[in-house]
């Protein structure tokens, strides 16, 4: 575990970047992939994995559920074998920490042994939203103790069939309730009854659920087995929109290895975003590069597909040449933090200009002065915030700690981005 001070000093940039980085494996499809190697009887072996406290909660979560994992962080992989949950009949009891798939992601999955699951989780956790999740679980014939918030009690066999949930609180409720759809006796067919956020999240769920051999049919999944395979996890786009978010505050180049252009994740969109503002964007089949040589223009964006992104655009848009606007993401008040009254509010501390809108907000270009900010226990307030330091001298992040939930060398590979 890596040590981490009270308060870090960013260090700015002593001129363009021109730097290659390879971010760590992707949380969202580490988490997936090491769920669904949990429900494939037999072996995989998953490379490029994420190690993190967001993916050490997985691990821990399918262990207890039976799987035998065998981890070597040193080599980013993880060799799982796999069971049949549905024969599952003893107790277990799942920490998901702070990690929302992880607790969104095994209800379901939970739900469906005939043994009983507790999962619960870190404070932070315990404030997010599980109702839809655990309504569509009793709905499917799951017998389930909580309503609205962990720590919750599932048991099943799961009949399954057919259920709606709702699609404007998270994505992860209806890709839980899919990775789980093999499991039930009847196969499962979802109804999404409001506008769903995060969407390619969803592809992302069905893709990695196809390379483990089961696939999904619009919103409905047959019973059925997964596959073990092996599988290469990509790097994560969410922490590389950090790394080129560097070169539109610093100027210069930087090139993420390994998203390339049939990457399976949503963020890697944050780019056109950039292009944009005027960065010139330019995606091989392995590898994604923002340029950076003059002064960004602000936007007006719906980021509801890439919401993950939204504060580290916050960060960007501080040093563009008119307002930025970022809509459609009033969820990402129910994140980690309030995302949306954090990032204003730490924006304001340093003297910009920022408002928040019922669903999003706004931020007017200005000259950010020395400032400590806060995070919230929230890595991507961390990350994010970090990138203002590149460019103004005095920047300091209190509480960097929290950047373990998905990124623990982030600061690391910030400080290499400069040499
Ligand atoms: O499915 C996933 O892996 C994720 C979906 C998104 O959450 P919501 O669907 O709650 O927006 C995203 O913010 C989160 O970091 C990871
Ligand atoms: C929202 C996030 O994570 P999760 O919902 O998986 O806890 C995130 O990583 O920004």
């Known amino acids: 575990m890596r040590d981490f001070p009270d308060v870090l000093a960013v260090s700015p940039s002593r001129g363009p970047l021109d730097a290659v980085v390879r971010p760590p494996g992707s949380k969202s499809i580490t988490n997936r992939a090491l769920l669904c190697a949990a429900l494939a009887p037999g072996t995989s072996t998953l490379s490029g994995v994420l190690f993190a406290d967001d993916t050490r909660a997985m691990l821990g979560a399918i262990a207890a559920l039976g799987a035998t994992v065998d981890a070597d962080p040193a080599a980013a992989r993880v060799t799982v074998t796999g069971i049949d949950l549905r024969a599952g009949t003893s107790d277990a009891v799942v920490d998901a920490r702070q990690s929302g798939t992880t607790a969104r992601f095994v209800l379901p999955v939970a739900a469906a042994r005939p043994g009983r699951t507790v999962v619960d989780g870190a404070p932070q956790l315990r404030a997010r939203p599980f109702g839809p999740v655990l309504d569509a679980l009793r709905d499917l014939g799951g017998e389930v103790s909580a309503e609205d918030f962990l720590p919750a009690t599932v048991r099943g066999p799961l009949p399954g069939g057919p259920v709606q949930v709702s699609g404007h609180i998270s994505s992860q409720f209806l890709s839980g309730?899919?990775?789980?759809?093999?499991?039930?006796?009847?196969?499962?067919?979802?109804?999404?009854?409001?506008?769903?956020?995060?969407?390619?999240?969803?592809?992302?769920?069905?893709?990695?659920?196809?390379?483990?051999?089961?696939?999904?049919?619009?919103?409905?999944?047959?019973?059925?087995?997964?596959?073990?395979?092996?599988?290469?996890?990509?790097?994560?786009?969410?922490?590389?929109?950090?790394?080129?978010?560097?070169?539109?505050?610093?100027?210069?180049?930087?090139?993420?290895?390994?998203?390339?252009?049939?990457?399976?994740?949503?963020?890697?969109?944050?780019?056109?975003?950039?292009?944009?503002?005027?960065?010139?964007?330019?995606?091989?089949?392995?590898?994604?590069?923002?340029?950076?040589?003059?002064?960004?223009?602000?936007?007006?964006?719906?980021?509801?597909?890439?919401?993950?992104?939204?504060?580290?655009?916050?960060?960007?848009?501080?040093?563009?040449?008119?307002?930025?606007?970022?809509?459609?993401?009033?969820?990402?008040?129910?994140?980690?933090?309030?995302?949306?009254?954090?990032?204003?509010?730490?924006?304001?501390?340093?003297?910009?200009?920022?408002?928040?809108?019922?669903?999003?907000?706004?931020?007017?270009?200005g000259q950010p002065r020395p400032t400590r900010f806060a995070t919230y226990d929230d890595h991507r307030m961390a990350m994010s915030l970090s990138l203002l330091g590149l460019r103004v001298p005095g920047i300091e992040i209190a509480g960097p700690g929290c950047v373990t939930k998905t990124y623990p060398e982030f600061f690391e590979d910030l400080d290499r981005l400069l040499f």
């Open 177 to 365: 309730l899919l990775l789980a759809g093999p499991l039930m006796t009847d196969g499962l067919a979802v109804e999404v009854t409001s506008p769903l956020v995060s969407v390619p999240y969803v592809e992302m769920t069905k893709a990695v659920m196809a390379a483990f051999g089961v696939t999904v049919d619009g919103l409905r999944v047959a019973p059925g087995s997964y596959r073990a395979t092996d599988y290469a996890v990509e790097p994560d786009a969410s922490a590389a929109s950090y790394l080129l978010a560097a070169a539109a505050v610093a100027g210069g180049t930087v090139t993420v290895q390994g998203l390339g252009t049939g990457s399976l994740q949503g963020d890697v969109r944050f780019a056109d975003v950039l292009a944009e503002m005027g960065a010139h964007v330019l995606r091989t089949a392995d590898s994604l590069t923002v340029s950076v040589d003059g002064p960004l223009t602000g936007v007006d964006v719906d980021m509801a597909d890439i919401s993950d992104t939204a504060q580290t655009l916050a960060a960007v848009a501080v040093f563009a040449d008119s307002p930025t606007r970022v809509r459609g993401i009033g969820f990402i008040r129910r994140k980690e933090t309030d995302r949306l009254a954090a990032i204003v509010t730490e924006l304001r501390r340093a003297g910009i200009d920022a408002t928040e809108d019922d669903d999003g907000f706004t931020i007017r270009p």
